[in-house]
């Protein structure tokens, strides 16, 4: 498995990722800011993450730790 998306959806909490060391690629868009990962560790090997149009106000906490990271998508949020 070497991509996950989860889009348009409205979990109870915060997703909560299964360490994989084959993922990718992660996209995870139109969802509450609430229901994103608190880290994002579990997944080391990321390349891109796409965190668009999420509600985010603040930037996402963790992700200067995915050293292999090429591309963050952070459009249509509301970053300040």
Do not use: C, W
């Not at 070497?2 to 997703?15: A, C, D, E, K, W």
């Not at 200067?64 to 998508?73: A, V």
């Amino acid at each position: 498995l070497q991509s996950i998306y989860v889009l348009n959806n409205t979990p109870r909490g915060p997703l909560r990722l299964a360490k994989s060391k084959t993922v990718k690629t992660l996209g995870i868009r139109s969802n509450d800011p609430s229901s994103l990962p608190r880290s994002y560790k579990a997944m080391p090997a990321i390349e891109k993450l796409d965190l668009a149009a999420n509600q985010l106000q603040r930037f996402p906490k963790g992700t200067h730790q995915l050293k292999y990271l090429k591309e963050l998508l952070l459009s249509n949020n509301q970053l300040t």
